[in-house]
């Protein structure tokens, strides 16, 4: 869930604001006087006139968090948000080894609670979310109005239980209902692995997130495959929604030639610091990224670097696009306010924040990768006509049948085809696609897209690695 993740990523700051780079404190003495002085008391009064005189009673503590929350919504900046004592304390209380939720990092993007990436083999990611899906209902209630973290508690609750989430989705027509089943959420970060390919073995390094020990398993792994012998290196961010700003310099110290800057941190008067990498030795080795929707913040400052100073590919399709970097402030009542304080720039200076990294070598996966789920709550039949059975075509033409169109059209050759796929899996052959043949369908097509063999992305990276 969101906020295990969150937290990390309010951390960055503190990361950057411990190396010196926030002393403009001097230069911020005028302009908070000029507050004081001029505008405390317009918002002193306001208040005063309102829990005073306002037609009802009002609760004086909620009346300040809205006029919080109400300046942080002028910023339109859906990383600086206000949580309350109860949500801080959820929040802290996540930072643990591991937690209970669906899954997923959540932002706040044009009103509307964001997904920005679903953890690898997370329920989010099994259940069919995806970066960019808007929630706009948690158990078929309105979310509209609710802040970040008020969303996010609604989502969050205990393993085995089931969380229904109404979506908007860009080029889908029709809302979708997802429902996921919460799990315990493990914050392993780092897998390693050997792939022999072409009589020569590649290193794959997956990072899941950028967390406090990320750097330090990172290290281990990259040691081990380096002591078996490998002949290039695949370090893969797709889906990692980011973290500790530490790590991920941590890790381009090992991997960025000595001298390079892994990423430059910009405050609000556009001052840069620079954060070189002490890399002694140069690897012998070649390194490919890759990166997808799904890769923000950390993974994003780790793939341009690999890119602009490394020299290095990264392959998949444009990333996220978060460049800027938040710190939690304690606001002294066990509240807490987290706030944009920095932009980070690439190593060549670019400002990727609603752009992304582009990669060197743009690849789609095939499009059963990005499908969406299957609602067959009602039975879907011939002649009918919408998404889900453009979604169940989709997903039968990518397990190998033919079902002659994929525009979600149910047709003669859509029924044989259906039938043809419930008689091999030994489900009642009808041709129609109803909960137990949608349920099917999507079971095998989550093997699909775990199976390394129909991952393009990967193939195109083991091919340019094995081409040096």
Do not use: C
Not at 288 to 296: C, H, P, R
């Amino acid at each position: 869930m969101y906020t295990a993740l969150a937290a990390i990523d309010n951390d960055e700051a503190a990361m950057v604001m411990e190396s010196g780079n926030n002393d403009n404190s001097e230069g911020n003495e005028g302009h908070d006087s000029e507050i004081t002085e001029d505008q405390l008391k317009k918002l002193e009064r306001a208040f005063d006139i309102i829990s005073e005189q306002y037609v009802n009673e009002v609760d004086e503590s909620e009346l300040l968090d809205g006029a919080i929350h109400g300046m942080l919504e002028v910023l339109d900046d859906p990383y600086s948000v206000y949580m309350d004592e109860t949500t801080a304390k959820e929040f802290m209380e996540s930072l643990d080894s591991s937690f209970e939720g669906i899954g997923a990092e959540v932002s706040m993007t044009n009103g509307k609670v964001t997904i920005v990436a679903p953890f690898r083999d997370s329920p989010a990611e099994e259940a069919g979310l995806r970066p960019n899906d808007q929630i706009i209902e948690i158990d078929e209630e309105n979310i509209e109005g609710l802040s970040l973290y008020e969303a996010v508690s609604k989502i969050r609750g205990e393993k085995g239980t089931t969380v229904t989430l109404t979506i908007e989705r860009p080029g889908v027509t029709d809302p979708i209902s997802i429902d996921v089943v919460r799990d315990e959420i493990p914050i392993e970060t780092v897998y390693g692995e050997i792939i022999e390919e072409e009589d020569q073995s590649i290193g794959l390094i997956e990072l899941r997130s950028f967390s406090e020990n990320t750097a330090e398993r990172f290290e281990e792994e990259l040691i081990k495959l380096e002591d078996e012998g490998i002949d290039g290196l695949i370090i893969d961010v797709r889906g990692n929604p980011g973290g500790f700003l530490q790590s991920v310099e941590d890790i381009g110290s090992l991997l960025i030639p000595e001298g390079e800057a892994i990423v430059q941190i910009e405050d609000r008067e556009g001052e840069r610091m620079r954060h070189l990498s002490n890399l002694e030795e140069e690897k012998e080795y070649p390194v490919v990224t890759l990166v997808d929707e799904g890769s923000a913040s950390a993974s994003e400052i780790l793939a341009a670097a690999l890119k602009e100073a490394g020299g290095y590919d990264v392959v998949g399709k444009s990333t996220f696009g978060k460049g800027t970097v938040q710190q939690t402030l304690p606001m002294g009542d066990g509240s807490e306010m987290k706030l944009t304080l920095f932009r980070w720039l690439t190593s060549d200076g670019n400002d990727i924040n609603e752009e992304g990294v582009e990669p060197t070598v743009e690849v789609e996966q095939p499009e059963f990768f990005y499908v969406s789920p299957i609602d067959a709550e009602e039975t879907l039949v011939i002649d009918m006509t919408n998404d889900h059975i453009a979604s169940a075509q989709i997903m039968l033409k990518g397990l190998g049948y033919k079902p002659g169109r994929t525009d979600g059209y149910f047709d003669e050759t859509t029924e044989d085809t259906v039938s043809d796929f419930q008689e091999d899996e030994g489900l009642d052959v009808t041709g129609e696609i109803n909960e137990e043949t949608a349920d099917r369908l999507q079971e095998l097509i989550i093997e699909a897209v775990q199976n390394k063999k129909n991952d393009r992305q990967l193939k195109k990276a083991l091919e340019l690695l094995t081409k040096e």
